[in-house]
C-alpha cells in the first residue's frame, strides 16, 4: 500500500480507491482492504467466496472496500445538496464511529464503482457479512431483476397474506402494492398446532402458520408491487448467501418495526433462489426445522 495511505487518518475514499491494492477472490469478486478492519483474512475469504458464480457475474465495475470507517455524507452537504468527498478512516476513534456509516457508494469514474463497508461498525461476522451481502445482493438485482419464478413464489405468499416479511422496505411495499396502510399488522396470530414448527437458521421459536387469506384489493399499486418484488428477491439473495457462509440463528434477522416473515414462507423462498444460484464447491445450503418442545 502506498505510503500516502497513513492507517489512522482520514483520507479520502477516491485515493484509497487509487492506491490500495486491489485484489480478485477465488469467485471473481474484486476487493481491497485498507488500514485497521479487525477481519481475519481467513473470515473474509469465507464470506467473498460464499457468493456463486452467477452472480458474481453480474458485479462487473463492483470493487467493495473493507475500510475500518466510511464516514457519512455532512448533515451541511446533505441539506444543500453539494457534493463533497468520501471520507475513509484508517483505525477506529469515537469521534470518527460517530460520524460513520455502514456503507458508502462512490462512483469511481468509467462504469466503476467502489462500495466502502465500516467493518469496524460491524459486532461480529454475522453483521460484516449480511451488511456485505445486501450490497451485493441490490448490485445484483439492480443488473439481473427478479426472476419470473420468484416474483410468482412471492406474490402468491402476498395475496395469500402470509404473516410478515424480510425488511421494512418489503413491508411497507407490499402493504401499498395491496391497498394497505404501510405499517398496517394485517397478520392474524397462527393457530398453536403440532404441526408448527421453527425454522432452525433460528433456533429461536417462530410459527411457520400463515394468517388467513385477506380479500384482494380493488386495485393493486403496479409500482409498489414492481418495488416490493425487487426488495423481496434482494433479501431473499441477501440471505441466501448468508446461509452459505455461516450457520445463523432465523431469530438474528428479528427486528422491532415490523413481523419477521413466516419460517415456512422464508424457506420457500430460499429454496428457490437456491436453485436459481447453486451454491460454490465446498459450501452447502439447507433448511433445518426444529420441533417445539
Not at 80 to 90: I, L, R, T, Y
Not at 271 to 283: A, D, M
Request: proline residues 5%.
Amino acid at each position: 500500500m502506498a505510503e500516502s495511505l497513513q492507517t489512522g487518518q482520514l483520507v479520502r475514499a477516491a485515493q484509497v480507491a487509487h492506491e490500495a491494492e486491489v485484489r480478485q477472490s477465488a469467485n471473481g469478486v474484486r476487493f481491497a482492504t485498507y488500514g485497521e478492519t479487525g477481519v481475519p483474512a481467513p473470515d473474509l475469504d469465507r464470506m467473498l467466496e460464499a457468493v456463486p458464480a452467477t452472480i458474481v457475474a453480474a458485479l462487473e465495475g463492483n470493487t467493495y472496500y473493507f475500510v475500518p470507517l466510511a464516514l457519512r455524507e455532512s448533515a451541511e452537504a446533505e441539506q444543500n445538496k453539494s457534493a463533497e468527498p468520501a471520507m475513509v478512516a484508517g483505525a477506529y476513534t469515537d469521534e470518527f464511529g460517530d460520524a460513520a456509516i455502514c456503507h458508502r457508494n462512490v462512483e469511481l469514474g468509467s462504469g466503476n464503482r467502489g462500495v466502502f463497508i465500516s467493518t469496524r461498525l460491524m459486532s461480529d461476522r454475522f453483521a460484516l457479512s449480511f451488511e456485505f451481502f445486501i450490497n451485493v445482493a441490490h448490485a445484483f438485482v439492480d443488473r439481473a431483476g427478479v426472476p419470473d419464478a420468484f416474483a410468482e413464489l412471492v406474490w402468491k405468499q402476498a395475496q395469500d397474506n402470509v404473516r410478515g416479511e424480510t425488511s421494512m422496505d418489503a413491508w411497507e411495499s407490499r402493504n401499498l402494492a395491496l391497498g394497505r396502510s404501510p405499517n398496517a399488522d394485517t397478520a392474524a396470530p397462527a393457530q398453536a398446532s403440532r404441526r408448527n414448527r421453527t425454522f432452525t437458521v433460528a433456533a429461536r421459536p417462530f410459527s411457520t402458520g400463515t394468517a388467513s387469506p385477506a380479500a384482494a384489493p380493488a386495485v393493486i399499486d403496479e409500482k409498489e408491487r414492481t418495488a416490493y418484488l425487487e426488495t423481496a428477491f434482494s433479501d431473499s439473495v441477501a440471505i441466501y448467501l448468508l446461509s452459505l457462509a455461516l450457520d445463523f440463528e432465523y431469530g438474528e434477522l428479528r427486528e422491532r418495526e415490523y413481523p419477521l416473515l413466516a419460517p415456512g414462507a422464508l424457506a420457500a423462498r430460499l429454496r428457490l433462489v437456491g436453485e436459481l444460484f447453486p451454491p460454490n464447491p465446498g459450501y452447502e445450503f439447507a433448511v433445518r426445522y426444529r420441533r417445539r418442545a
